[in-house]
């Protein structure tokens, strides 16, 4: 396996560029299709949230690797490859394993540890399955990764170090609105982000919750569990005029809370505030709204520096060791693994200069009894099995460490094995692997 990933995130891209990468609901599916029809491509995960477009490939060579997947990105976004090229990354096998295991322990996220990754990542894999773009160079290594980072979850208080977006952003609006006791919020959107959001106003004490989204039924069953009243998103324009407090995380693609609403609201409502919560990627605000006087936009970006300064040292440095741990072991495995058919290779000539031998004693001395051609063939054998014993055992130890291909290289030279004899070996661990 060669693993790479070509991406771009929070980190490398501001959120105008994560808007226009983001995907449609179909997007992720086609844009598998896309890479695994790639010349160098062999298998692929994409991995689409609100703060990051990432393929995971198994790739035949480096560059032509980075430069299908990249062609494949430029074509599903539609964003130019002089521009994109500004703002991706690229990793490589064992570093690029690393990136995995650190974006699923929520080490690489926006906010610090959160948990929502590990279900983004699943699905992730699970539709790259059902594409037929997984086998075993990807499959194993996000399950591996999956579990990495629920130990992570598990083992360490990462969960709370960093503080959710909501929290923060909920923190900015108390600020500027001289509290949030007794305000009148309005929720956009009826997922898990906006039950997380209306669950926190209902502890901080608000007055009232209107849930808003193009969904009826959604926004009735989120509002019920919120005490709160629900609302068609045609009806947005009303609730702004009433509003002190907006939160928006919808799914949609382009804009859900307009300028014009927005003014239209604040002129009916001469010097009272109001503060709107973006937290959509793509964003939901119109960014004409910033201009309107007496109103407070804070969205992903502006988040983003606050969230930076939270202090989850003790908790990253400790969520850091058990990624180190997990990736050491899944590279040591993979490792050994790869050394695995040139040993099946190496045993399966041994047994078969074994059998040679035993065939030529048996011309040689016809009249051998049964039991003692028997005996023979044992100790004939075990001579075999002991001699072979240690230097196989010590390559498949020696495999796991860094560069540990390379003593594979040198059994195969040594014993003169013919390399089409491993590969055949492989060959069968795949016609096993895909019958179990």
Do not use: W
């Not at 400790?318 to 695995?340: G, N, P, W």
């Amino acid at each position: 396996m060669s693993l790479l990933v070509v991406g771009l995130s929070h980190r490398s891209a501001p959120v105008t560029v994560l808007e226009r990468t983001a995907l449609p609901d179909d997007g992720q599916g086609k844009l598998i299709a896309d890479a695994i029809t790639a010349e160098h491509v062999d298998e692929a995960v994409v991995l689409a949230t609100c703060n990051r477009l990432e393929v995971y490939a198994d790739v035949r060579k480096f560059h032509g690797g980075v430069q299908d997947v990249t062609e494949r990105i430029v074509e599903r976004t539609g964003v130019s490859l002089e521009e994109l090229t500004e703002h991706l990354y690229v990793h490589y096998e064992d570093r690029a394993v690393q990136h995995l295991f650190e974006v699923a322990a929520g080490l690489d996220s926006m906010v610090v540890g959160e948990h929502q990754i590990l279900g983004q990542l699943r699905d992730a894999a699970q539709v790259a399955r059902e594409s037929g773009a997984v086998a075993r160079a990807l499959g194993p290594l996000v399950d591996h990764a999956l579990h990495a980072g629920k130990r992570v979850h598990a083992e360490t208080g990462i969960d709370q170090a960093g503080r959710s977006l909501v929290s923060v952003g909920l923190d900015l609006a108390d600020q500027s609105l001289g509290g949030l006791g007794g305000r009148a919020c309005v929720v956009v959107g009826a997922g898990s982000m906006s039950g997380l959001t209306g669950t926190t106003l209902r502890r901080r004490g608000v007055g009232s919750i209107a849930i808003v989204n193009r969904t009826p039924s959604r926004a009735e069953r989120l509002a019920a569990s919120l005490d709160g009243v629900a609302g068609h998103s045609a009806e947005l324009p009303s609730y702004l005029a009433d509003a002190d407090l907006v939160v928006s995380c919808t799914g949609a693609v382009g804009t859900v809370v307009s300028a014009d609403a927005v003014r239209d609201a604040m002129s009916s409502r001469p010097g009272r505030q109001l503060f709107i919560l973006d937290l959509a990627l793509p964003r939901d605000v119109e960014p004409a709204v910033r201009e309107i006087e007496g109103v407070t936009v804070i969205d992903l970006d502006s988040l983003r520096s606050v969230l930076e300064n939270e202090s989850v040292a003790a908790d990253v440095d400790a969520a850091r060791h058990i990624v180190t741990e997990e990736v050491a072991s899944f590279l040591t495995k993979q490792r050994s693994e790869r050394v695995a058919p040139t040993v099946a290779a190496l045993r399966a000539r041994a047994q078969q200069v074994v059998d040679l031998e035993l065939q030529r004693l048996r011309g040689r001395l016809p009249n051998l009894d049964e039991r003692t051609e028997h005996e023979i063939a044992v100790a004939v054998e075990r001579v075999v099995d002991k001699l072979l014993h240690a230097p196989t055992v010590r390559v498949k130890e020696l495999a796991g460490s860094p560069g540990g291909d390379s003593y594979a290289d040198v059994l195969r030279e040594l014993f003169a094995l013919d390399p089409s004899a491993t590969e055949a070996v492989a060959r069968a661990d795949v016609v096993v692997e895909d019958r179990q």
